[in-house]
């Protein structure tokens, strides 16, 4: 008997949050966001695909946001393994700017993320090492800049 109530109780649970999972998908499909890079070079357009992904349908009916964003990196150089190969500190800074159709800033900010590399000896391994520390940047600030869209649409949602 408590075997059944144990299972009736864990399967409630478990279709509660399901459901409000479902709740939070629903506020993003109310909004299209419209992405304005600066350039268009390969990491501003590797950060146009992954914020994207917010967008799941086409923009009918929908309030359009648009976001203006603006993504620079920059490497110092941190540590040394016994005074030989030093180690660098690579730091990726996007600005980012949400305007709404009334061109109203809903939000506007900087985020960055910092990746410690280095110890590659060869020219064309470090020129490697660079290109996928840029990468995984990119790949970070996209996630973070989504989960902050998340933020300021869900304060715009529980106003109104």
């Given at each position: 008997m408590i075997r059944i109530i144990n299972l009736f109780i864990l399967f409630f649970l478990i279709s509660a949050c399901a459901s409000k999972f479902d709740q939070k998908q629903n506020l993003l499909n109310n909004y299209f966001i419209s992405i304005n890079l600066p350039n268009n070079?390969?990491?501003n357009a590797l950060l146009k695909y992954e914020l994207n992904?917010?967008?799941k349908d086409i923009q009918n009916n929908k309030k359009?946001?648009?976001l203006q964003t603006d993504l620079n990196f920059s490497t110092t150089s941190t540590l040394s393994l016994n005074g030989l190969k030093p180690l660098y500190e690579m730091?990726?800074?996007v600005s980012y700017k949400l305007v709404d159709e009334n061109n109203k800033v809903l939000d506007k900010g900087k985020l960055f993320?910092?990746?410690n590399y280095g110890s590659?000896?060869?020219l064309y391994g470090k020129e490697q090492n660079k290109k996928f520390v840029k990468e995984r940047i990119v790949k970070r600030l996209s996630l973070k800049l989504l989960n902050k869209i998340k933020l300021v649409l869900n304060k715009i949602e529980n106003k109104s």
């Open positions: 070079n390969k990491y992904k917010i967008n359009i946001i648009s730091k990726g800074l993320s910092k990746i590659v000896s060869s």
